[in-house]
């Protein structure tokens, strides 16, 4: 019965460190770039802004070598990501 009672306490840190709710939002400013605007509320507002009132703490970009989705694109996205006060994934491909 002892061993069950360290169990929670072990496994707390690790419950706290997964805590991530997020989008994939790789392709938003393709997006933008094509005319596309968000709203919520009735105002348009930055997705970003809208997803992190909405509870979200993380966002994923993915980054490529070349093409649309390459370093300089992620580099704007991830400086898009911080500044409204998430954390960045990353996944290179």
């Not at 840190?13 to 596309?36: K, T």
């Not at 809208?50 to 070349?66: F, L, Q």
């Not at 093409?67 to 991830?78: S, W």
């Given at each position: ?16 460190a997964l805590n991530l709710r997020g989008a994939d939002i790789s392709s ?54 911080k500044a409204a006060g998430m954390k960045l994934i990353v996944d290179l491909?």
């Amino acid at each position: 019965m002892r061993v069950l009672c360290f169990i929670p306490v072990f496994l707390s840190p690790l419950a706290n460190a997964l805590n991530l709710r997020g989008a994939d939002i790789s392709s938003l400013a393709i997006v933008e770039g094509n005319g596309i605007h968000f709203s919520d509320g009735g105002s348009t507002k930055a997705f970003e802004n809208i997803i992190v009132s909405h509870n979200a703490n993380a966002a994923r970009v993915r980054v490529w070598t070349a093409g649309d989705y390459n370093t300089n694109y992620a580099i704007t996205m991830a400086k898009r990501i911080k500044a409204a006060g998430m954390k960045l994934i990353v996944d290179l491909h």
